[in-house]
């Protein structure tokens, strides 16, 4: 292990701010992409066209991949799907603006053409099965359309004669995202159909209302032969999986969501847990839904990524005590696993090397 | 000293007074209270500092290094020499150890951050991490768990047994002074304790890997690689980067001794752990560190540890901060009786080889408060 080669490789950082010099996307350690253009898809949703410096990303379609950018000095790391087809040489994402979103304003109303922003590895299993499945059903609504996309397109693109179905759920015509592009795809394959269900339609038309089983009657009556993929917000997310469970066939449900875990259990009947962070010498107990938030409240800055429970990076040792992962529901207590703090809640006194 | 002390000491100077549980508890309440402040308030203007520190160093390394390179010229030698050791200096200080606080963790920058970060030094930073961070920082001062108290070989309180070897520490001292980054590489393996017996020899050799492993890469970096690609210039290169080093190692072991060995500075019993609260371990802090007075230049080369007091309250808070800090914490210890141990580098200086001193000899009346006052 005590090797020359080991002892006189040069530091990566070093030979990163050397490169800095020459072109602020050039790197050994990260991949930097540039800025090159916006474009306006509806009055709440953009889309990003980024270069990446050392070419194409590897993903799959409907794979997230982590976008970070540094503001206040902080970096901020947030998880987009990638609306541009895999192994272009652009990659596109597409933003909705969220009226409290610190990332999603900055790349409203501050990024600008040129801007630097740096990508990290696709992960996620919101993507189309091998080999791709003669008949599919999507369901969207919100951002949960820049996922959708893009299977949607892969599927199409992996089979020609697909049979597919489109539920798209917006307030308005107008949010609506990629609408036109949809319809174009329409006409040049005759299996697809989609039902844009828009709560005010613009013609005076009566109101689609939200997700309902009426809406599978209409237009997808073998919802339970085809290969479902829904994502939107946590309450069509839970409907439909609801739905699918009631009829034995949430093996055929693909969902993904992007909202941080903490939404239903309010903070009222929560019981604060002894919390000891070891290599900090401090031991708090706080109501907090997730051990993130006890150890944000407690002054500590782990690192964060997601906050969501995708990306690993709030990943930490936990010395002992039981804690319940808020995804998933289990259980663990094993001494010395590793967790992610933003979806593990305490169920007892826990020890953390933090 | 009263008997409803919260704070038991071994040994030290008795200018702070005994805090009742209430008053402890406000204390640390009103400390807390200024670290949230100060946290809350961290954004753009600290993160670019640290970059601007972190180009600093790097510029003035190549700056350094490339002088050495023309180092038959005497000048260059000296301006060269001179401007790698700054470059050590603040990496080592302002930059290193701070960022390996985990003062910068709250950028959440993966370059800048405490659990992972490396720094041009013979210590391995897990090692450091553990020594430093952890032993020093989590039990200051408290005997029996601070290895820091006198690096285990050293006698500076009286409550320390004393050992004939100890009459020799003086000269010891100052070899430490001039190897300190390898005394602080080997610091983490724990030796003394391993040759005590206390310690089996197996976790030694466990630990020591990685300990090695990054010897060796800053023993090749110095006196192996760049004396080599220096090629003629090899000999001033070489001789350079040992004068850069030595002068790093005298300059962290003057400031750091100043920070917990200083004349007024306590120690504590292991007794103190048990169930201390959180304003306790903030008087245990204020008690066992002393500050230096000095310029923004002097400030910025010790790392901000002359703000020792300051670092030790908040050593996850930007050093950055601690000046500002410091009045405020000055101004809570003086309303709560604790004693606030400030001086000039070579006046606290003074009372540290004082304590080598005397303490090298056997203490023969115990009834005696030890200080060198």
């Known amino acids: ?354 | 000293m009263s008997a409803t002390d919260s704070l038991p000491q071994v040994s030290g100077s008795r200018r702070s007074r005994a805090l009742a549980a209430a008053e402890c508890e406000a204390f640390g309440a009103e400390l807390d209270a200024l670290r949230s402040e100060v946290m809350a308030s961290l954004g753009e203007d600290e993160a670019k500092y640290i970059r601007r520190v972190q180009a600093i160093v790097r510029y003035t390394e190549v700056g350094g290094r490339g002088l050495l390179f023309a180092g038959w010229l005497p000048p260059a030698w000296l301006a060269g020499t001179g401007l790698l050791a700054f470059s050590k200096i603040v990496d080592n200080m302002e930059l290193g150890h701070n960022v390996m606080h985990g003062q910068y963790d709250w950028m959440n920058e993966p370059s800048l951050r405490g659990d992972t970060y490396e720094w041009d030094h013979a210590c391995d930073g897990d090692a450091w991490r553990h020594s430093h961070n952890y032993m020093h920082h989590a039990f200051t001062n408290v005997e029996g768990r601070d290895r820091d108290i006198g690096y285990g070989f050293l006698r500076l309180f009286e409550s320390q047994p004393w050992h004939p070897l100890h009459l020799v520490q003086a000269g010891v001292a100052v070899g430490l002074a001039a190897l300190f980054q390898w005394g602080i590489a080997l610091h983490d393996l724990e030796m003394d304790s391993v040759l005590r017996g206390r310690v089996p020899l197996e976790k030694l050799l466990r630990e020591a890997r990685p300990v090695l492993r990054k010897a060796l890469r800053q023993f090749a970096k110095d006196y192996v690689v760049f004396p080599v690609l220096a090629g003629p210039a090899c000999l001033p290169v070489l001789a350079g980067n040992a004068a850069a080093n030595l002068t790093r190692n005298l300059w962290t072991f003057g400031i750091i001794f100043c920070g917990h060995f200083t004349a007024d500075s306590e120690t504590f019993p292991d007794s103190v752990l048990a169930d201390e609260s959180r304003g306790a371990w903030y008087a245990r802090q204020v008690r066992g560190s002393s500050n230096l007075t000095g310029g923004r230049t002097f400030h910025f080369l010790t790392g901000n540890l002359s703000h020792q007091i300051e670092h030790h309250l908040f050593p996850d808070v930007p050093a950055i901060r601690y000046a500002d800090m410091a009045e405020r914490v000055r101004e809570i210890c003086a309303r709560y009786g604790q004693h606030y141990n400030t001086g000039s580098f070579w006046s606290q200086f003074a009372t540290v080889v004082a304590r080598i001193v005397r303490y090298s000899f056997p203490t023969w009346s115990a009834a005696e408060p030890a200080s060198a006052r």
């Open chain 1, 1 to 354: 292990m005590l090797s020359l080669r080991d002892a006189t490789l040069p530091d990566p950082h070093w030979i990163d701010f050397v490169l800095q010099h020459i072109d602020p996307t050039l790197s050994v350690t990260r991949t930097l992409a540039r800025l090159e253009a916006i474009r306006v898809e509806t009055p709440d949703m953009k889309s990003f066209v980024l270069r990446p410096a050392a070419g194409p990303i590897a993903f799959a379609a409907g794979q997230s991949l982590p976008v970070r950018v540094t503001l206040g000095g902080v970096v901020h790391e947030r998880h987009y799907s990638p609306t541009s087809a895999p192994g272009d040489p652009t990659l596109v994402i597409t933003v909705k603006r969220h009226r409290e979103g610190t990332v999603s304003r900055w790349l409203h109303d501050r990024a600008a053409i040129g801007d630097v922003l740096e990508l990290g590895a696709a992960s996620g299993n919101f993507t189309l099965p091998s080999p791709p499945p003669a008949r599919l059903l999507f369901i969207a609504a919100g951002s949960g359309i820049t996922a959708v996309h893009a299977v949607l397109t892969a599927a199409l693109r992996a089979r020609h004669d697909a049979d597919v179905v489109l539920l798209y759920y917006a307030r308005r015509p107008a949010d609506l995202a990629f609408a036109e592009e949809l319809r174009g795809l329409a006409l040049r394959h005759s299996g697809l159909r989609i039902h844009f269900l828009t709560q005010r339609p613009a013609d005076g038309a009566a109101a689609a209302g939200h997700f309902s089983a009426a809406h599978l009657d209409a237009w997808a009556v073998d919802y339970a032969e085809r290969q479902t993929f829904v994502c939107g917000p946590a309450g069509l997310m839970r409907a439909v999986s609801r739905h699918w469970a009631d009829a034995a066939v949430s093996e055929r449900l693909y969902s993904e969501t992007f909202a941080p875990p903490i939404d239903d259990d309010g903070a009222a009947e929560r019981e604060a847990m002894p919390v000891h962070f070891r290599r900090s010498a401090r031991t708090v107990a706080l109501a907090q839904p997730t051990l993130l938030a006890i150890a944000e409240a407690a002054g500590l800055r782990p690192p964060t990524g997601c906050r969501m429970g995708i990306c690993r990076t709030c990943t930490c040792t936990k010395v002992s005590g039981a804690v319940r992962d808020r995804i998933t529901g289990a259980v663990d207590s094993t001494a010395g696993s590793r967790i992610r703090l933003c979806v593990s809640e305490p169920l007892g006194p826990v020890t953390l090397d933090l």
